[in-house]
């Protein structure tokens, strides 16, 4: 259920995808819905971030102590990305993202899923560059601007339906990195 429903929010955004849908791309029964997810689309949703965050968090924490230098990270990251748009046909974007540009207010554990998975992503960036030499400061500065050229990105290659967006991103968070390494 949670695979299916990640590729439904990935392509499709939160607000875009209904109980009906999750059902159907899943094949899951209706009553085992609710047994196992009492929350309903938002449980699912936040599940789904979570799940996603804590992989992806592994993968930056897996870069960061594989020594590779800030430019080579920012690199490795935003190839990715740009692959992982071209493989979904530029038909799909961040998960985590596509959840966050459609819920509501009242989505109260959606909110905290995202926000804690933001957290924590920024947080791995932050110390990897804090160990390539940038001042805790500026680390916390390069990490916020990383991970919205990193979700902007995303949505701007689903948009334009190429990858021009991951390597203009790439670039700017290189030269971002640049200059606040040149502060430390």
């Not at 968090?57 to 690199?75: N, T």
């Not at 791995?124 to 160990?131: K, T, W």
């Amino acid at each position: 259920m949670l695979a299916a429903a990640g590729e439904l929010f990935r392509a499709r955004g939160y607000e875009g995808i209904g109980i009906a849908q999750l059902l159907e791309k899943s094949g899951a029964p209706r009553g085992s819905l609710y047994f196992h997810f009492p929350g309903g689309k938002e449980q699912i949703g936040a599940e789904v971030v979570q799940g996603f965050g804590v992989r992806t968090a592994g993968r930056f924490r897996d870069l960061h102590e594989s020594g590779v230098d800030l430019d080579k990270f920012i690199e490795i990251v935003f190839k990715t990305t740009a692959k992982e748009s071209k493989e979904c046909d530029y038909q799909g974007s961040c998960p985590v993202a596509a959840i966050a540009a459609g819920f509501g207010a009242e989505d109260k554990m959606l909110s905290a899923a995202i926000r804690e998975t933001f957290a924590a992503w920024e947080a791995v960036i932050a110390e990897a560059a804090a160990a390539r030499g940038m001042s805790a400061k500026n680390a916390e500065i390069f990490a916020s601007a990383f991970l919205t050229a990193m979700e902007g990105a995303f949505v701007v290659s689903k948009a334009q339906g190429n990858t021009a967006a991951h390597v203009n991103a790439s670039r700017a968070i290189k030269a971002l990195a640049a200059a606040l390494l040149a502060k430390a």
